[in-house]
């Protein structure tokens, strides 16, 4: 194995082709199309011919490389199989995670591909973070008891009821991966823990909406051209969600369409499909109105830099004595679809981009409405306009 090894250089793999290319003793260099590349040990054991990758060329150097292979080879020499005791070390190494906070942090990364933005804006961590592991974040995860978790949460069972409530469901999810990562944990912990704290008194409430005849009002009064102003309306227009309307970039609007990352989209079971709004022709005098503000191709840009917050618009409206907040407008929308119109419940949804039926009937379903929607969102903005329109 020792003839022929070390072929390749630091310069040679830098200028390398597409293909493959051995160094020899097992490891290649794959080098992709698109500039990316990988290195592969290959190996034979009992027969079976299996290939191990050893990362990125980008990230793991040709030295690096040639000190894995070597460790691998060794490995194999003793007759065992390098994948598997690889993943055996991994498994090991997950057993040593055993304070809840490293449970905790290991969970998050385990979902941040199912969460919005990869977890960024940190609502999913935070009620973890804030309430349960300042206190319980450096007790063993297989010792925690629901005496503990109760008296961390009690204080704010019924006071905070809501972010408690997450809280516990949080750590329901980290004592399931504890689980997975072979710890010997209690299951029913969080369960017997929310028995001792008993039912909340609070009631969750819904954000306050604007009866849908009150929003031609309102909407006429939002009318000094500010970026604030421009957003507050497109936001009503469109029935959007706070977050993609402070967000939108001008590459997402083709034509009258605004197309929605899926990434974007709260609550969406499948996180590759986008989501297509169509544009009124009132919401599109919106867009061409906002793009003499637009930073960096944003259409509502913050005073110093990104986008306007998510409060910025809650607190115009606040100011203004009004109960309602902007995410309230979304059930003006709704409510005046179900009471001024006779659109069909799954269309009615899908204006606000909800998933409608189950897996299978949506499966079978491949269309969104687009059509329909653009009509109605028409309507919709006639009403908006008023004694304007």
């Known amino acids: 194995m020792g003839r022929g090894l070390n072929r390749l250089s630091a310069v040679s793999v830098k200028s390398a082709r597409t293909g493959k290319h051995a160094d020899g ?10 500039g990316g590349g990988q290195w592969v040990l290959r190996y034979t054991i009992h027969g079976r011919r299996r290939e191990m990758g050893l990362g990125s060329w980008i990230e793991v150097s040709l030295k690096e490389a040639r000190d894995s292979a070597e460790r691998w080879r060794g490995t194999l020499r003793t007759g065992v199989d390098p994948i598997k005791e690889r993943d055996r070390l991994k498994r090991e190494a997950a057993r040593n995670l055993h304070l809840l906070k490293d449970i905790a942090d290991d969970a998050f990364e385990a979902r941040k591909a ?68 072979g710890i010997e944990v209690d299951l029913q912990v969080t369960a017997k823990a929310r028995a001792l704290l008993g039912r909340q008194r609070h009631k969750s409430q819904n954000i306050p909406a604007l009866p849908w005849q009150e929003v031609p009002a309102f909407y006429a009064s939002i009318n000094d051209g500010s970026v604030t102003h421009l957003a507050l309306r497109f936001l009503i227009l469109t029935g959007a969600r706070s977050a ?18 899926a990434e974007a989209m709260k609550g969406r079971v499948d996180k590759t499909a986008d989501f297509r709004v169509p544009l009124s022709t009132v919401a599109l005098k919106v867009v061409a109105d906002a793009k003499r503000h637009a930073r960096g191709g944003y259409l509502f840009p913050s005073v110093k830099k990104g986008v306007i917050s998510d409060m910025t618009m809650s607190r115009l409206m606040e100011r203004g004595g009004m109960e309602a907040r902007p995410h309230g407008f979304r059930s003006s929308l709704r409510d005046w679809i179900a009471e001024s119109t006779d659109t069909p419940h799954e269309i009615a949804e899908t204006v606000l981009g909800h998933l409608v039926g189950g897996a299978v009937e949506r499966a079978y379903r491949r269309t969104d409405f687009l059509e329909q929607r653009r009509i109605l969102m028409e309507r919709w903005a006639t009403h908006v306009l008023g004694s304007q329109a």
């Open 25 to 34: 003793g097992g490891l290649w260099f794959h080098k992709r199309e698109d």
């Open 114 to 181: 199912e969460l919005k933005g990869e977890g960024k804006a940190g609502r999913w961590f935070t009620p973890l973070e804030q309430h349960i592991l300042p206190k319980l974040g450096k007790v063993p995860v297989s010792d925690l008891s629901q005496q503990e978790i109760r008296d961390v949460l009690s204080p704010i069972w019924h006071t905070k009821a809501d972010t408690a409530r997450k809280g516990l469901n949080r750590l329901s999810i980290c004592i399931k991966h504890a689980a997975a990562l």
């Open 244 to 261: 993609p309307v402070r967000f939108i970039h001008e590459r997402q609007i083709d034509g009258d369409v605004w197309t929605i990352p």
